[in-house]
């Protein structure tokens, strides 16, 4: 079956740096688009970035764009998110996603908490 399994979640200052990883199984991984969501407590789940089969194509929100990088090892079937100059209002847990088919696969989410 399909699996997402997201780490590397913690409590940073702003201005920090975090990476989180997404360990991906039960697919074929290089052949999906990956991407990063978030969501906040009380807000709805939004993309902050995806990446094409290869990596060489990527793609983040407005609020993460220049802060974030997205990035994917095919070959160990990972996923990652570089999260650089982090904002208070990058709080959120932090979840893996791959649709397949007419569906979405979720991983379990990671917190991430950005606070002084």
């Known amino acids: 079956q399909v699996q997402l399994v997201e780490s590397g979640g913690g409590l940073v200052q702003p201005g920090g740096s975090l990476r989180l990883s997404c360990a991906a199984s039960?697919?074929?991984?290089?052949?999906?688009?990956m991407k990063w969501y978030r969501q906040a407590p009380g807000k709805e789940r939004d993309m902050v970035a995806s990446i094409s089969y290869r990596g060489d194509s990527t793609s983040y929100a407005d609020s993460v764009k220049g802060r974030f990088t997205i990035s994917r090892d095919n070959a160990k079937n990972m996923m990652y998110l570089q999260m650089n100059s982090l904002k208070p209002d990058d709080t959120a847990v932090y979840y893996c996603?791959?649709?397949?088919?007419?569906?979405?696969?979720w991983g379990q989410g990671t917190q991430v908490t950005v606070s002084s």
């Open positions: 039960g697919f074929t991984f290089r052949n999906y688009y």
């Open positions: 996603h791959v649709s397949i088919g007419s569906r979405g696969y």
